[in-house]
């Protein structure tokens, strides 16, 4: 079956802490991107990613990082620098870097 | 700054009826408008529209695009339990390699037997 995974599903964390969630593709997708999702707000642009080897800041990168070393992969680390950190957490990818984007699942993150 | 604005941000009504969601964008090099409806966890296409005043419709539902006007509706008729939901626009830019969606903070529909 060809999709995205996100693990965890659930991650826990203590302030100060940086944190890796992990985006997995096999529908040999080239770009891939990640999203955060708050209560009643819609999707903000964390990062993307058009090819491996090289990404782009999106909207509200502040606080996190990514790599891209692998088509398949694009991970997410929030860290301790990131100031509200706790929230849904979305990646997506597309066959190009238009057109749809198909999602993952999510991971929600909640800090302590 | 891109901005994607919805109306309403939610709406309740019984089985049957007819609603039409709203969504108006401002985006720099406009390419498209997509929609796509969130139930508990990832959201999931909908529709994708390019070109103005082209209906695209898929069973009860159903959308268009004004590019003069700077909107798209999204219509769902006959609508049943299970289209309760929060639906989202995006617009998608294409500034040279950099290619954005831009969300708006969606509708939540919330559909009563």
């Known amino acids: 079956d060809g999709g995205i995974t996100q693990s965890p599903k659930y991650l826990f964390r203590k302030e100060g802490q940086n944190v890796t969630l992990s985006c997995e593709q096999n529908l040999n997708h080239d770009a891939m991107y990640w999203y955060r999702q708050d209560p009643g707000q819609g999707l903000r642009l964390i990062y993307y990613?058009?090819?491996?080897?090289?990404?782009q800041k999106g909207d509200i990168a502040e606080g996190y990082s990514v790599s891209r070393e692998k088509k398949e992969s694009f991970p997410l680390t929030v860290t301790s620098a990131q100031k509200n950190p706790t929230a849904f957490y979305l990646c997506?990818?597309?066959?190009?870097?238009?057109?749809?984007?198909?999602f993952g699942p999510g991971t929600r993150l909640t800090v302590l | 700054e891109d901005k994607v604005v919805q109306s309403p941000l939610s709406l309740v009504v019984h089985e049957g009826d007819t609603v039409t969601l709203n969504c108006s964008y401002e985006v720099t090099n406009f390419r498209s408008l997509l929609w796509y409806k969130q139930e508990k966890k990832a959201p999931t296409f909908l529709f994708m529209l390019?070109?103005?005043?082209i209906e695209k419709k898929s069973g009860r539902l159903s959308s268009i695009l004004d590019k003069k006007e700077l909107f798209s509706i999204l219509n769902i008729t006959a609508t049943q339990t299970g289209d309760s939901a929060i639906y989202l626009c995006a617009a998608q830019n294409s500034g040279g390699s950099n290619y954005k969606l831009t969300f708006g903070k969606g509708t939540l529909l919330t559909v009563n037997p």
């Open positions: 990613s058009q090819i491996v080897n090289d990404f």
């Open positions: 997506a990818s597309s066959i190009q870097g238009y057109g749809e984007q198909f």
């Open positions: 390019t070109s103005s005043g």
